[in-house]
């Protein structure tokens, strides 16, 4: 069947992202927790918030948020302890879900991937038909999780639209709406917008992604290549591909200390466990690091890092 809207799909393009992931698996495997507020996270004074359910949101807890500042936020928050392992087999069985949908997964973290369903499209009455079936099935799957899900021609575009209508969204973005969808939407939505490149563009006066799509010329040249690149994305052209995964680009371990140190000797003690922890994931995966990263976070959560390429490959 191919009933597909004018005018014509030239990719269909699916983002998927689980719902408050962690906190959902663990609401899941205990349902006496899914009317209270809780955190992913440890207890210690210097844990961080990994995530919170949509109730605790409400308080304004959020991911990466220190945990002490989460409970002064939400004094009723429950805290959860993080079970990567149940996390990861659950991940298994949602990508399961998603390769039956396309011939392209490309996961991000445990929790999103983009799908290229291109070709499986032509089997359904729509995109949106085959979004609502990955929804479904991810809930059947998984007995009662939740993924919201966007749908456009771009990459660029079906990310922002799966978390446009969150939690439980499925948000389509056909090719003719794609700049309409955009224009509103604020700079820092572009990619390789940080906040160093959003004071620059907004100098110019341009705020919303709309701004940039109708930038002259003139102003998009005071951002060197740049400019291009983000009038290209602002105007919903993005022609990434979705990609199978490759091996891992970096392979590490680290560690929240549960008290402050401050003496050379001590932090450089810690470095051969964290080195050791490191080499032993390499070498599992028969595997050679290039380089190696120290990252360093301070009791302000300022995070330093130095780092070397090395003269030949180690594990
Ligand atoms: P996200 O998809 O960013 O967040 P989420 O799934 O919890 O919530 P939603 O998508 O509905 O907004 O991340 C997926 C999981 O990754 C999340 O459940 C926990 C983990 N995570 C961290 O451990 N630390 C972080 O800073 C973030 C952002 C996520
Ligand atoms: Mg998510």
């Given at each position: ?250 392979v ?23 080195a050791d922890a490191v080499a032993g994931r390499l070498r599992r995966r028969s595997m050679l690091a290039e380089g190696v ?17 090395l003269?030949s490959g180690t594990n």
């Amino acid at each position: 069947m191919t009933s597909r809207e004018d005018p014509p799909w030239e990719r269909v393009i699916v983002h998927a992202d689980m719902d408050a992931f962690f906190a959902a698996v663990e609401i899941l495997d205990d349902p006496s927790l899914a009317p209270l507020p809780i955190a992913i996270g440890g207890r210690s004074p210097r844990s961080v918030v990994a995530t919170a359910n949509y109730i605790a949101r409400r308080y304004g807890v959020r991911s990466a948020m220190p945990m002490a500042l989460a409970r002064k936020k939400c004094p009723e928050l429950v805290i959860v302890p993080p079970r990567m392992q149940r996390y990861r087999e659950i991940s298994q069985t949602v990508m399961a879900v998603f390769r039956r949908y396309a011939t392209i997964v490309q996961p991000l973290s445990l929790d999103e991937a983009f799908m290229d369903v291109t070709e499986q499209a032509t089997c359904y009455a729509s995109p949106e038909a085959i979004g609502r079936a990955i929804k479904d099935d991810v809930l059947e799957a998984t007995s009662g999780l939740r993924v919201s899900v966007g749908i456009s021609n771009t990459k660029f575009v079906a990310k922002i639209a799966s978390d446009f209508q969150k939690p439980d969204g499925l948000t389509i973005v056909h090719p003719f709406m794609v700049t309409a969808f955009l224009a509103p939407l604020p700079i820092s939505a572009l990619w390789g917008v940080g906040p160093k490149t959003a004071q620059r563009v907004e100098a110019l006066g341009l705020k919303s992604i709309g701004d940039v799509a109708r930038a002259s010329d003139q102003d998009l040249r005071k951002l060197g290549r740049l400019g291009d690149q983000l009038k290209r994305l602002a105007q919903g052209i993005d022609h990434r591909p979705v990609t199978p995964p490759g091996p891992p680009k970096s392979v590490g371990w680290e560690r929240t200390l549960e008290g402050n140190i401050s003496a050379t000797d001590d932090i450089a003690a810690l470095l051969g466990p964290a080195a050791d922890a490191v080499a032993g994931r390499l070498r599992r995966r028969s595997m050679l690091a290039e380089g190696v990263r120290v990252k360093l976070k301070t009791t302000d959560f300022d995070v330093l890092t130095r780092q070397s390429v090395l003269s030949s490959g180690t594990n």
